[in-house]
């Protein structure tokens, strides 16, 4: 039993930024807070957050130019038909097709903030838990740092 607590904890530390990020990012996507829509227009961090969860990319692909282009297919592509359209989405407090969410819906998406941020609030107190009741303060600051550093690293390259 010894032997899985510590693999527990040590896989729990090295995975611990990442559990870190996503409940954070994914929590931002909830609300749809990473894309533009109506007057508003997110922070670069919500954007290059929502990117990296949803694409494991730092710049928002360019949605304008999927598949071929417009001369290919004989018809320009409808500029309303875009998620982030001025005037349509989240803002307006309709979805992508201009209707009003079900209030199950609404209930729903703050129902996942809760999980997100208990998420997010857990993995902090257990990489606190981790860091302050080890045995080896070394290998567990370690593990926390590579946790971080590769996927760093990995966006990087």
Same mark, same amino acid.
């Given at each position: 039993?010894?032997?899985?607590?510590?693999?527990? =904890? !040590?896989?729990?530390?090295?995975?611990?930024?990442?559990?870190? +990020? +996503?409940?954070?990012?994914?929590?931002?996507?909830? @609300?749809?807070?990473?894309?533009?829509?109506?007057? !508003?227009? /997110?922070?670069?961090? @919500?954007?290059?957050?929502?990117?990296?969860?949803?694409?494991?990319?730092?710049?928002?692909? #360019?949605?304008?130019?999927?598949? /071929?282009?417009?001369?290919?297919?004989?018809?320009?592509?409808? *500029? #309303? =038909?875009?998620?982030? =359209?001025?005037?349509?989405?989240? =803002?307006?407090?309709?979805?992508?097709?201009?209707?009003? *969410?079900?209030?199950?819906?609404?209930?729903?998406?703050? @129902? +996942?903030?809760?999980?997100?941020?208990?998420? +997010?609030?857990?993995?902090?107190?257990?990489?606190?838990?981790?860091?302050?009741?080890?045995?080896?303060?070394?290998?567990?600051?370690?593990?926390?740092?590579?946790?971080?550093?590769? /996927?760093?690293?990995?966006?990087?390259?």
């Amino acid at each position: 039993m010894r032997l899985i607590r510590q693999i527990h =904890a !040590y896989l729990g530390l090295l995975i611990a930024p990442s559990v870190l +990020f +996503f409940a954070l990012s994914g929590g931002l996507q909830i @609300f749809s807070l990473h894309e533009a829509h109506g007057g !508003y227009h /997110p922070p670069a961090l @919500f954007k290059t957050l929502g990117a990296l969860h949803k694409d494991q990319v730092t710049a928002e692909p #360019d949605h304008d130019h999927d598949g /071929p282009p417009p001369s290919a297919t004989g018809h320009k592509p409808d *500029p #309303d =038909a875009h998620a982030g =359209a001025p005037g349509k989405g989240a =803002a307006d407090g309709d979805d992508d097709h201009g209707h009003k *969410p079900k209030a199950s819906t609404l209930v729903l998406k703050l @129902f +996942f903030e809760v999980v997100a941020t208990g998420l +997010f609030t857990s993995t902090s107190l257990g990489l606190w838990i981790g860091l302050r009741l080890t045995r080896t303060p070394r290998l567990s600051w370690g593990l926390l740092a590579a946790g971080v550093v590769i /996927p760093v690293l990995i966006v990087l390259i």
